[in-house]
């Protein structure tokens, strides 16, 4: 008679195996779903811009690309673009958006970023006031994360030709020597640390649209992490990896991760930071936390012996008071992400599929 551990093996192994196939995309057109930072994004990626562009840095797909410079150093490269709607929401607006996006790539890529380049999109007849709201939104991020806006670019379409303004902005910053962060640097009995509660970001820009009959008090996490980043780093200069939760948030990366690094990610339920009234607002809507988009919220993965160095310097900055350690990581089963609920079980977490928080950046 087979066993209840072995019918659990071979389940594991076929998920496996579905895994580490590349991503198929069977569309014809391009749908909000491939904009969301999960399957269809991944599908969207592989089988046209890769396909296209192949070469070995942008094969890492990390939050940016490192190179080196004829002198020797590391540069960091990175580029975004913000479509958020609403154009403001609580706590920022596409502006601080647009700066914080790219600074958080280059830092949790192990740069101290610099420079950094903007482009608008600007829609006829946007209103000039906003437009320089806006960009006085840009000028403070950038000066509280220690950057400047150096070179950048101008565009506007007829009206209806675009919502409002859009803006992309890429980023340069030159990463310290010995400092190396990649998911093939990862090992099992790592611990993985998230820097503060989840999922504000996305359940704040929502709500402002007032499209639902829920009265919340979120506002958006959206921050530099370039500080939080550093500190965290002269803590525990052995950490491994670290990214972003932007879209398709905490589960979407831990499967990036396992994936990459061929190794299983176990998150626990019970020490994941969420606000009470994020969580309220998830239950209401049917979407879990672990996929909503956060826009000043990394993971790390940690060795287990600089676990605690990391979280006291975490806790002691500003932005990291909330941060937890919400998982550890194993050798089997290899590309898994699974979550140790608050009822003594285990369920898969797979990544996002669909789009249920369409523009949230």
């Known amino acids: ?29 391009v749908t909000l779903a491939h904009g969301a930072g999960g399957k269809s994004s991944a599908a969207l990626i592989d089988s046209v811009f890769l396909e296209a562009f192949r070469n070995p840095e942008l094969e890492q797909l990390g939050d940016a690309a490192v190179v080196p410079l004829p002198s ?17 929401f609580p706590g920022g607006s596409i502006g601080n958006l647009a700066v914080h996006g790219t600074v958080n790539d280059l830092a949790v ?22 437009l320089r709201q806006i960009v006085d939104d840009m000028r403070d991020s950038a000066a509280a994360a220690g950057v400047q806006i150096i070179t950048g670019d101008t565009k506007v379409v007829g009206k209806g030709a675009a919502d409002g303004v859009y803006i992309s902005t890429a980023g340069m ?40 009959a829920i009265e919340a008090d979120i506002v958006s996490d959206t921050a530099p992490l370039n500080g939080l980043v550093e500190a965290m780093l002269a803590a525990a200069p052995s950490t491994r990896w670290m990214r972003d939760a932007t879209r398709g948030g905490v589960g979407t990366v831990a499967n990036e991760l396992a994936q990459t690094a061929g190794i299983a990610v176990v998150l626990d339920e019970n020490t994941l930071p969420v606000q009470p009234q994020v969580l309220g607002a998830c239950d209401m809507l049917g979407i879990d936390p ?44 290899q590309g898994i992400v699974a979550l140790r609920t608050s009822f003594g079980g285990s369920r898969i977490v797979d990544m996002l599929v669909g789009d249920p928080l369409p523009r949230i950046c």
């Open 1 to 29: 008679m087979t066993s209840t551990a072995d019918r659990e093996g071979r389940v594991l192994e076929r998920i496996d195996k579905f895994r580490k196939r590349r991503p198929r995309l069977l569309d014809t057109v």
């Open 109 to 130: 890529s192990g740069a101290v970023p610099q420079w950094l380049s903007a482009a608008f999109v600007i829609e006829e007849g946007f209103d000039i006031g906003r």
């Open 290 to 333: 672990l996929y909503v988009a956060n826009e000043g919220k990394f993971i790390a993965v940690v060795p287990a012996e600089e676990t605690a160095a990391a979280l006291a310097a975490l806790q002691a900055h500003p932005l990291g008071q909330n941060a937890a350690v919400i998982g550890e990581l194993l050798a089997e089963p």
């Open 173 to 212: 910053g030159l990463v310290p020597a010995g400092r190396s962060l990649s998911p093939l640097s990862v090992r099992p009995g790592d611990r993985v640390i998230v820097s503060g509660t989840i999922g504000e970001h996305g359940m704040a820009v929502m709500l402002a649209r007032g499209e639902l």
């Open 72 to 88: 020797g150093e590391r540069m960091a490269f990175s580029t975004d673009s913000y479509v958020v709607q609403p154009i403001e």
